[in-house]
């Protein structure tokens, strides 16, 4: 199995939540999710750290064939965390903040993978589908096709949810929004000057959380 998925796996068996984790290493829980979800990787002398606070070998960190802990604990109560990775844009493209928090999904809706995350949305750009203030879940692993509504990370660290049109020489990034203010943009990626763009996921769920 992955790393990442060893790192969850045998932190939920030492009993220990993330934060627990984060501040036995003295890092912040951002970097654990980010550790535990492939976002990011630790260093050789992170996993050694990690090894001896889940009082195992380094060796069953990296290589162990571990059941993925979604599939765990989707066995047990039907539902898998699934990380929050901060505020996404739906209005003009913002600094996407690192993960900040856990929710539970139902496996019926992501069928127990762990690659799915969540962003929030801050914006009204998207409101005739998206409230401001939704959590939007997202699949960084599906197919985009013009129409879908996707994360998408524009120059590296500013990100936006927008509708996505590609033809042959640009791509357009267009709200869903009451608001007439805001207008489609278009990159044209023949232009030496075009901003480099990766889609993050395609939105798949949202939901406005209750009070």
């Known amino acids: 199995m992955p790393l990442s998925t060893n790192i969850k796996h045998f932190r939920l068996a030492s009993g220990l939540t993330q934060e627990q984790l984060a501040e036995r290493l003295d890092v912040t829980r951002s970097t654990v999710t980010q550790w535990e979800t492939g976002w990011s990787s630790p260093k050789i002398g992170r996993i050694v750290e990690l090894a001896q606070a889940f009082d195992i070998d380094p060796a069953r960190l990296m290589f162990d064939k571990t059941p993925p802990p ?46 799915y995350y969540f962003l929030v949305v801050r914006g009204d750009s998207m409101n005739n589908e998206i409230l401001d203030g939704s959590y939007v879940l997202i699949d960084p692993n599906a197919e985009v096709h013009n129409g879908d509504t996707v994360a998408v990370n524009v120059n590296g660290d500013d990100a936006t949810l927008k509708i996505w049109h590609k033809t042959a020489n640009s791509v357009i990034l267009s709200p869903n929004s009451t608001n007439p203010e805001h207008k489609d943009l278009v990159i044209d990626e023949t232009s030496p000057d075009a901003p480099n763009l990766r889609v993050l996921g395609k939105k798949v769920w949202a939901m406005y959380p209750e009070g």
């Not at 039907?78 to 209005?91: K, S």
């Not at 690192?98 to 999904?105: L, N, Q, T």
Request: charged content about 25%.
């Open 70 to 115: 979604g599939a765990i604990r989707a066995r047990a109560v039907d539902t898998v965390p699934v990380p929050v990775y901060g505020v996404i844009a739906a209005g003009e493209p913002i600094e996407m903040i690192e993960a900040i928090d856990e929710m539970e999904v139902p496996v019926s809706r992501i069928g127990g993978h762990t690659e």
